[in-house]
């Protein structure tokens, strides 16, 4: 089955540093990977997403992530933290027969002044 | 602009009640999904439905129900609400068969307390 492992439940960056968030993908077929937001008391957010087209992938608020077979990996990068950035991050897997998507444990964001 | 709308953003329940927590999306979509979400633990999927009056049990079923009647309506039944389904509730719904490339799009949540 597939799953994914999120590195590290906090992460602190300075506003305007580089903010990387990691996520490791384990999937015995070719997966599809996304990144939600979740912000204080709200739902989920998408981010973006990878489904087999460019292995880089643009998503909203400056974010993107790069897909890397060879590492299974698929991290999160923004280049330049903003104090509105602050939230949770998840990263989830899923397979193209599947319905639904497993989630990682998530990330929490603080981005200090 | 898509919605995915939970009957209650906070509710409070004792111990022994029957809990309904009712999730409604305007997307015309095939698919929902109910998660509980626990700090440390991320998003588990409890149940999800591919289809009107279809259901499938996803990772943390026991002790919940659902019903889909409707194609815009999943209910979430907790049968006897104990203290360990003290958690923030959340409604997903998608398109596509299967929906695995698919986002899901989310409510925002019901945070239930059972006392």
Redesign the interface.
């Given at each position: 089955a597939q799953s994914v492992t999120q590195l590290g439940s906090h992460v602190s960056v300075s506003e305007g540093a580089l903010v990387l968030l990691r996520c490791n993908y384990s999937s015995s077929v070719p997966p599809y990977l996304f990144w939600y937001v979740q912000y204080p008391n709200q739902g989920l957010q998408l981010l973006l997403k990878y489904t087999s087209a460019a292995t880089l992938v643009k998503g909203i608020n400056g974010f993107e992530a790069e897909f890397k077979k060879s590492e299974t990996s698929f991290h999160l990068t923004k280049p330049s933290a903003h104090m509105s950035d602050a939230a949770e991050y998840f990263c989830a897997v899923s397979v193209n027969s599947g319905y639904a998507l497993n989630f990682g444990k998530g990330t929490s964001l603080l981005v200090t002044p | 602009d898509v919605k995915?709308t939970q009957s209650s953003r906070y509710l409070v329940k004792r111990t022994g009640e029957k809990v309904f927590l009712e999730c409604v999306q305007d997307m015309d979509h095939e698919?929902m999904?109910w998660?509980r979400q626990d700090p440390?633990?991320?998003?588990?999927?409890i149940y999800?439905s591919?289809d009107v009056k279809m259901k499938?049990k996803?990772d943390i079923p026991e002790g919940y129900s659902v019903s889909r009647e409707k194609k815009e309506r999943f209910s979430l039944i907790l049968e006897s609400a104990s203290t360990n389904q003290t958690s923030m509730y959340?409604c997903?719904s998608s398109s596509g068969h299967?929906?695995?490339?698919e986002?899901?799009y989310?409510?925002?949540?019901t945070r239930l307390t059972v006392t």
């Open positions: - | 995915v698919n999904f998660y440390g633990l991320g998003l588990r999927l999800f591919y499938e996803g959340l997903a299967p929906a695995g490339r986002e899901q989310f409510g925002p949540g």
